[in-house]
Structure formats: structure tokens, C-alpha cells
């Protein structure tokens, strides 16, 4: 009964923590900014080793709850997977790409790492954005596991076209880019591989030794605080490893910030108006919405860094991509939740 009220406690609040957070780890990047220093003595390659423990952590009771043994059907729902196909690879990327031209075409580095982050389609925190407003944790599961195969097979040539090949018809000059595929894996493995399987090896051990009532009963609600502590956590540490850019280059951080939320708010609105109109259920409409509305921000900074460099615009780009996504998808679920009692309760 303690851990319920205390669940209930954190997600009435919810909103309130991810901004108390949001600002702890502004204040701390700011006070003492050799975290930087410790941040970077922890980092393999592209990867944090805290911030993806972090994410790893924030997936990992979500993915526990999944009934796997539904996912075949979710993947015959052809209707579904093909609203998701052409919401993540046809509106997402171009919906980015007019946003990062009307808001940053004079600022070129700018521009490229906002398409870059266009194109890399949630594989992530959608999971959490979506378990949080009640979206079909089955369809969800299936969607982002679409979403690596298609990123892996085609982010190299949607970088290649949308920073190469269309800028010149529009008169602008073309950005060289060459994205790795094992990069593309690497990312696609640390970021979902890891608490897909360790969900599903949950799910098929424990139900097999202790019963589905047990794992529903007792471990799912043992589990399921790790999600918020996890996303408290991961946020701090985001912050405070940016905090400092924030304060000394507040006009950068707005103009990059401003497409990225009118971008958030226009997919997922779109998104969820289209569900709707096509009849789709308010938690598979929701699983959709949400998938089609976040971004891979952990493989645009990879790709940003790798091939511009750490100090580049595009890294510092992909950077601030998070700090708007984190508070802007809270409230998106806030308004999901609203939508479910307005368009679907009667």
C-alpha cells in the first residue's frame, strides 16, 4: 500500500519533478563544471556509460510489462504498422527538415543537426512517454522494434539525401556525410537491445519458477519505480553536463529549441488526429502518437560527433534536442490523457 500511494504521490506530481530536475541539473553543471571532466573519464567511444545506464534502467520495467506473446498479433495489424511507417519515415523527417529551414537556414550547422536528429526515430524513451499515458505496451514494443530495423537499414541514405541531395535544389550549399552502419547497430543494441532482453528474459524466467500472478502481483510493482527514479536521474545528469551552455548561450538554445517543440507538438498532434480519424483504439493511438513523435537524440549526437566533432553546432545541436524533448513529451502525455477522457470516455 506504501509503494502504491507513493507511486501515485510521484505521477500526480510528475510534471513538477522532470522541471525541479531539469533546473537541479542546470544549477549543478553551472556550480561545478567538472562534471564534464568526470562525465568524459566515463564515456567509451559515443557512449556515456551513466546515461545509458540511466536510459537502460528507465526502459527495462516498461519492456517487463510487455506480454510478448502478443507481439505476432500486433505485427498483423497491418493497419497500425503502416500509419507508424509513414508517420516515423515520410512526415517525421520532412516535417524537421521545413522546421530546421524556416527557423535556421542562416545558421548552417544548426540546420544540419536538426535534420539529423529529424531523421533518427525514437527507439528509446518513447517507451516510457507512452507506458506513462497508457498506450498499448504490445504495439508499442512492436513499433520501436520496427523503428531499429528500418534506422539501421536507412539512416545513412536519409542522411545522405536530406543534407547532400536536396539542399542544392533549394540553392543552399550540400553538407558531406558519411554515417557508419555498425555506428547505427551499436546505438540500436546499447538503447534497446539491452532492456528488450533483459525484460523478455524477466518476463520468461520468473513467470516459469514463480506463476503469472506472482510476476503481476509482486515484481511488476516492485519494479515499476525504477522507471521515474531512472528518468529523475537521467535528466539531472543530461543537464549538468549542459548546464553551463545554457546559461552562457541562452539565445543559441532558444533558436534551436523553438522548431523543436513546435516540431514535438505538431507530430503528435497530427499524429494522434490521424489515428483517431482512422479509428484506431486510445491505446494503440497513443502507442503510435508517441512513436512517431520522439527522436533517437542518443544516435543524431553519436552520428554529430563522429563525423563533425565534439565541439561542433551539430553536436551542440543534438545536445539541447533532449532538454527540450524531456519536459515537452511530459506534458504531451498529460495531454494524451486528457484527449482519452475528452474524445474516448464517454
Known sequence: ???KQRLKFLDR???LWIFLAMALGVMLGFLFPG???????????STNIPLAAGLILMMYPPLAKVDYSLLPS???DSKTMWLSIVLNWLVGPLLMFVLALLFLQDHPGYMSGLILIGIARCIAMVIVWNDLAGGNR????MLVAMNSIFQILTYSAYAWFFLKVVPPWLGMQAI????????????VLIYLGIPFALGYLSRRILISRKGIEWYNRVFVPAVSPI??????????YMFSLKGDMIVELPRDVLMIAVPLLIYFVLMFFISFAIGKWSGLSYDKNTAIAFTATGNNFELAIAVSIAVFGIASPQAFTGVIGPLVEVPALILLVRA?????NKWYIP
Open 13 to 15: 506530481y510528475l510534471t
Open 336 to 340: 494524451a490523457l486528457w484527449m482519452k
Open 74 to 76: 500486433a505485427f498483423r
Open 35 to 45: 562534471i564534464k571532466d568526470i562525465s568524459e573519464s566515463v564515456t567509451s567511444g
Open 227 to 236: 522507471t521515474l527514479y531512472a528518468l529523475m536521474f537521467t535528466i539531472v
Open 1 to 3: 500500500m506504501v509503494m
Open 138 to 141: 504490445e504495439q508499442g514494443a
Open 176 to 187: 558531406d556525410i558519411q554515417v557508419s552502419v555498425s555506428d547505427i547497430a551499436t546505438s
